[in-house]
């Protein structure tokens, strides 16, 4: 499975990546609400850039206007049941049955004119054919609404980075 999401911006790459990395998890609606279901130690007060470099995310790589992070674990599950991984090597090699690991990307891609585009991009990656299965069913129920919430953190990060650059 594999979410993308893109927004451009009259705004330079470094403008962009600075607004993302500033975006709330309570300047969101819906998302909010979904991440603190999953997720309820997080507050609305919380970045997404924090959200992602902490338990249950793993942050496994990032540079200057792009990051990666990742998540092990039986998503679909209520008992939230995530692993604990500490860097890249650990996420690469996790392979526990009924679990899947999902890789997050978030990056910025200059243009010609002096805007700059924001993309997000998440995979998922069943370890074996269970976790195959209960994530096409996940998928059944979240996949509709995905296109609805995926972006909204994006919409707001180039919002802020145009009135910012105004």
Request: a neutral charge; one cysteine or more; glycine letters at 8%.
């Amino acid at each position: 499975m594999r979410t993308h999401h893109r927004r451009s911006a009259a705004a330079g790459p470094a403008a962009l990546w600075n607004a993302a990395r500033e975006v709330r998890l309570g300047d969101t609606r819906t998302l909010a609400r979904l991440v603190r279901w999953r997720i309820p130690e997080v507050s609305d007060g919380q970045t997404f850039s924090e959200l992602f470099s902490h338990y249950p995310f793993t942050l496994l790589e990032e540079g200057d206007t792009w990051s990666v992070s990742g998540l092990c674990g039986q998503i679909w599950t209520p008992a939230r049941d995530y692993a604990r991984i500490s860097d890249a090597e650990q996420f690469r090699a996790w392979d526990q049955r009924g679990t899947v690991r999902v890789l997050f990307a978030h990056w910025i891609e200059p243009g010609d004119d002096g805007r700059a585009t924001l993309v997000s991009e998440a995979r998922v990656d069943p370890v074996d054919p269970t976790a195959r299965l209960r994530l096409r069913a996940l998928w059944t129920v979240v996949g509709p609404f995905e296109r609805l919430v995926g972006a909204e953190p994006l919409t707001v990060a180039v919002q802020r980075a145009e009135a910012a650059g105004a």
